[in-house]
């Protein structure tokens, strides 16, 4: 697609002439990545539900304190995020939103609003690395990233997480690059409130990550210096303070509530937890992030990987350094812990970009090194393979096929062909450009159309939407084998989970509106228990699925008590 270049070259001119119109561009594309899906989406096993669910029980029961989810403690994060989900969803109350608290895509908008918040704030730490032109393109690029567009669309805490680790970095880099007269223009005096102001909310979200990532690469680049002079501008004795100021009266009021069992619990078993093993079958091997870098990163991912060794040879400059120092540290203690979940990167990957543009400015991306040109390809990969695992899912469960979906996979690929094309041509810029073109359509067909076209993956809302067509005001409900978090969220807290059949067929005898979902394996308990109990229930429905989490198959009989 040859004609894309003098098109993307405009705009990418035109939005760059200042700061405002490129963050407005941003904006506008940060939307456009990530909203295809937001509103639709099902609520997400199992992470997205817990902190949802977690946020509608602290409206229910107006204890802003403590985190629970159903009757059990859920004291593994701090309170930041369901803070910022509970006063999203009473906004939307208070604007008369029908059953706010039931639409998980309120509690999704922090996330959103996080995710925005990284691309503007990666264009603003980039800005200390290279010109106006080349950060926005960068920011570009982090809007089209894979993994920052799934974090944007769950409701826990990683896109909002991300935007405190690069506004950190970003004041970080700034006052590194002062120090080592490598800044193009003099720091702000408020740069200080950035770097701390972030750490605070960083801290009230998940606890140490953001200080991790800060801390060891001061540490390393400290080392180099023998000195740790260089951030005297950063007014480490009022940052601190302004922390304490932030972050101690919850702390200090969830200790109080939970005689310390909160700290015991985040601390020794979570957190230690995943440095000892991994937790909740997310174990894997050292090295796991470097292979999942090419989907996770995608699509800028192959010309990243082509960015190393520019990277290499240029590792003493200061800009240089500071990103590795960045990057490398901090990935070494995520690859070495056994628990392994994709989002852990993600506040690395704007250095990862930063090296990437400073390889493009400097000359650093080779088109005619050894394996280039198929390492290029891997931007075509990644779309190829997903048309074909989203086909075959919508044929296999649903017997259907994504025709809304494939004129947007289709048009994803040929761009995604473009790009090899660019590259060969050795337009570097046009390529990245049109990497992020990829990302938009591939996510309109994806989000947009073949997963909402998924009904198997649906099992949850579906459950949901035959417990509300019994016609009852407030049911009581229970589930036999299918206990996944999102269906608490979606037919309230006070959902009862049974051990087996029996348990249910003894659930429908009190008398009032009652409701059961059993399982097929329960089916021949759950019979048995109701002829010795002469109760005579109504089959409202058999609902047919996939529980992705399981990675099996179910029937779910849906019995109302008559």
Not at 429 to 457: D, M, P
Request: aromatic share 10%; glycine share 8%; net charge positive.
């Amino acid at each position: 697609m040859p004609s894309l270049s003098p098109a993307l070259d405009r705009l990418a001119a035109m939005a760059s002439v200042s700061h405002a119109r490129a963050c407005a561009l941003l904006v506008l594309l940060s939307l456009a990545a990530f909203l295809p899906g937001f509103h639709t989406l099902q609520p997400l096993d199992r992470d997205e539900p817990r902190f949802a669910q977690a946020s509608k029980q602290m409206l229910e029961t107006r204890d802003f304190v403590d985190i629970r989810f159903q009757e059990e403690a859920r004291h593994k994060k701090p309170v930041g995020i369901y803070w910022l989900q509970s006063a999203t969803v009473a906004a939307g109350e208070a604007l008369g939103v029908p059953e706010a608290r039931a639409q998980i895509w309120l509690y999704r908008i922090p996330s959103l609003i996080g995710a925005v918040a990284t691309v503007l704030l990666s264009y603003w730490a980039l800005l200390a690395f290279v010109g106006p032109r080349l950060a926005l393109l960068g920011a570009a690029l982090m809007a089209a990233c894979v993994l920052l567009g799934v974090e944007a669309r769950i409701a826990k805490t990683d896109a909002l997480l991300a935007a405190c680790a690069v506004a950190t970095m970003g004041a970080l880099a700034r006052t590194w690059l002062d120090w080592t007269r490598s800044l193009a223009f003099v720091p702000s005096s408020r740069n200080w409130l950035v770097f701390w102001g972030a750490t605070a909310l960083g801290l009230l979200l998940k606890g140490p990550i953001v200080p991790m990532v800060w801390g060891l690469a001061i540490l390393v680049l400290s080392i180099r210096e023998r000195s740790f002079r260089w951030l005297a501008p950063l007014r480490f004795g009022r940052g601190l303070l302004l922390c304490l100021v932030v972050v101690l009266p919850w702390f200090v009021a969830i200790a109080w509530k939970t005689g310390g069992s909160f700290f015991a619990e985040s601390v020794g078993q979570d957190m230690l937890g995943k440095v000892a093993e991994g937790q909740e079958k997310h174990w894997g091997p050292p090295g796991l992030y470097l292979l999942i870098f090419f989907g996770t990163y995608w699509p800028a991912a192959a010309f990243a990987a082509m960015a190393v060794p520019f990277a290499w040879v240029r590792r003493r400059e200061p800009q240089v350094l500071f990103l590795l120092a960045w990057v490398v540290p901090s990935w070494i203690v995520f690859e070495a812990v056994p628990t392994k979940l994709p989002h852990y990167v993600l506040p690395l990957y704007p250095a990862i970009t930063a090296l990437l543009l400073l390889a493009v400015v400097n000359g650093g991306i080779d088109r005619f090194r050894r394996g280039a040109v198929a390492t290029a390809l891997l931007v075509v990969l990644v779309p190829l393979v997903l048309i074909g695992v989203i086909i075959g899912a919508n044929w296999s469960l649903d017997g259907t096929l994504p025709y809304l979906a494939l004129p947007f996979l289709l048009l994803a690929l040929a761009v995604a062909v473009s790009v090899v094309a660019a590259f060969r041509r050795r337009d570097f810029e046009g390529a990245l450009w049109r990497c992020v073109l990829a990302s938009l359509l591939l996510g309109v067909g994806v989000y947009g159309f073949a997963v909402e076209s998924l009904r198997a993956f649906k099992l949850s809302p579906r459950l949901a939407e035959a417990a509300r067509s019994v016609g009852c005001a407030d049911p009581a409900v229970m589930t036999v084998g299918y206990r996944e978090p999102s269906l608490v969220f979606l037919t309230g807290t006070r959902l009862a989970m049974g051990v087996d059949g029996a348990a249910a067929a003894a659930f429908l005898n009190p008398p009032g509106c009652r409701i059961v979902f059993v399982e097929s394996r329960y089916m021949a308990g759950f019979q048995t228990a109701l002829g010795q109990s002469g109760l005579t229930p109504r089959l409202v429905t058999t609902i047919r699925g996939f529980n992705l989490n399981g990675g099996r198959r179910l029937e779910m009989a849906v019995y109302a008590r008559p």
